[in-house]
């Protein structure tokens, strides 16, 4: 388990190590490869000023909320080498940095989602990643995407 103050230090490396991804592994240029890590490296660190947790700087967005859009932002990381269509020059990179954000998710020490959540959240990722080779693929992301935003949503209440 991580700490909330830990995760705050992890979302401004993973932010930077995002932004300069493309140039540290040698995939820099002006297709998706390049542009996604960059806006979502960049994002990361604007949403975390903004977040009520240790090193925020603004203090507005709910912990809760922020792991939300750290789930969204790794999963659309980790497929978008083939939502994108650049698996076949560069894909690792966007994989283990998103794999790692869904991870950081997933082990915060705060109890923000129960077992029975986590046991949900673990399906449905399964069998989103159990589609990659169909071609409903994106079709099934977004479905299983809206439903866990809904479940996270619903266990807020």
Excluded: C
Excluded at 105 to 133: A, D, G, T, W, Y
Excluded at 141 to 146: C, P, V
């Amino acid at each position: 388990m991580i700490s909330s103050k830990t995760h705050a230090l992890l979302d401004y490396l993973v932010g930077i190590l995002l932004i300069a991804a493309p140039w540290l592994l040698g995939f820099a240029d002006s297709t998706a490869a390049t542009v996604i890590p960059i806006v979502l490296g960049a994002s990361t660190l604007v949403y975390s000023l903004f977040t009520n947790y240790e090193y925020g700087v603004v203090r507005v967005l709910p912990y809760k909320i922020h792991l939300t859009i750290d789930f969204i932002a790794g999963l659309l990381l980790l497929v978008s080498p083939w939502l994108f269509g650049f698996s076949d020059r560069i894909y690792l990179p966007h994989v283990i940095l998103g794999a790692f954000e869904i991870v950081a998710v997933l082990l915060p020490e705060r109890r923000l989602l129960q077992l029975p959540e986590i046991k949900m959240l673990n399906h449905r990722l399964n069998k989103v990643f159990l589609s990659f080779e169909k071609p409903y693929f994106l079709s099934i992301l977004l479905t299983q995407l809206k439903n866990t935003l809904e479940m996270i949503k619903n266990s807020s209440k």
